[in-house]
């Protein structure tokens, strides 16, 4: 069993949760993922890493309120409960070396705590390194405490409606530094419309961008075959070849439409969850 050792709100809709897998914090590398299992038989949840310390072998990660399972995870479990079962760290972590001036993009939940991820071993190897978060508006922003901002020489906050730090989205921003030709590299998590635009940015200016389709795993593992992507012409699996692409060679429509596939199913369970709840 896992024992979760820290929960605390991050905004309207997510929250942070640490937990003990010292098996997880011992191995992991930035671009890696777990799966969580809050019980028996429940479901496979795969999650990003905001952190992993191996000396107390915990990891920490961002999680929304969206469906059944998250919603139960933050109704009903507190620090010192713990999981069923947090399986990983799964994928192909990312290539950490020196490129230069590295940028970090995100508008999303487990985006924001790759973009710390990211940045934090990149910053170790020499690079220069420059995080944009984007949020929709102030009251969907994270403390200052949980920002990216400690990993990044450079740091900008975003909303779309202005109502914290810049107006405005990482594309504005990002494209900004392009044309001051401070960004070697940019990484990208988030939501998929949002990285699609960032491919369709950075190829028109020739750098070189990988990003997560995580976002779109069910199972995690390879055998059900949900998180098939087209990439550079040939069938990819983002669980087992990624879940980090060159975002230049995904078919970004594809991925689109595979992200909607369950949404139904979804809203379904979360309602009736909330039900039983007395929530709606």
């Not at 191996?54 to 990660?61: K, L, P």
């Not at 060679?249 to 039983?276: N, T």
Request: proline share 3%; net charge neutral; aromatic share 10%.
């Amino acid at each position: 069993m896992y024992r979760i050792t820290a929960k605390e709100e991050l905004d309207v809709r997510d929250f942070f949760m640490e937990v003990e897998a010292p098996h997880v914090a011992r191995a992991w590398k930035p671009g890696q993922f777990v799966v969580l299992l809050i019980h028996k038989k429940g479901e496979r949840i795969p999650m990003s890493i905001y952190y992993a310390n191996r000396e107390t072998g915990r990891i920490g990660m961002f999680i929304r309120r969206h469906g059944k399972t998250t919603f139960d995870l933050w109704d009903n479990f507190d620090v010192g409960d713990s999981l069923y079962a947090v399986a990983g760290p799964l994928g192909k972590p990312i290539e950490v070396k020196h490129y230069g001036n590295v940028v970090f993009v995100s508008d999303a939940v487990c985006g924001q705590a790759e973009n710390y991820a990211t940045l934090k071993a990149m910053k170790e190897v020499g690079n220069y390194t420059i995080s944009i978060q984007t949020f929709e508006d102030r009251a969907h922003s994270y403390p200052e405490k949980f920002l990216a901002k400690p990993a990044a020489d450079e740091y900008y906050l975003t909303t779309e409606d202005g109502s914290r730090g810049i107006k405005g989205h990482y594309l504005d921003v990002l494209k900004e530094l392009i044309e001051k030709d401070k960004v070697d590299i940019v990484f990208g998590g988030g939501r998929l419309g949002s990285l699609k635009k960032l491919a369709e940015l950075t190829r028109e200016y020739g750098i070189p961008t990988i990003v997560t389709v995580r976002q779109i795993m069910v199972d995690g593992t390879g055998m059900c075959g949900s998180c098939r992507i087209l990439y550079d012409g040939e069938i990819k699996f983002a669980c087992r070849d990624g879940p980090m692409f060159d975002a230049h060679k995904v078919d970004w429509d594809d991925v689109i439409r595979r992200d909607s596939r369950f949404v139904r199913e979804q809203e379904i369970a979360k309602k009736h969850y909330l039900e039983s709840r007395g929530v709606v």
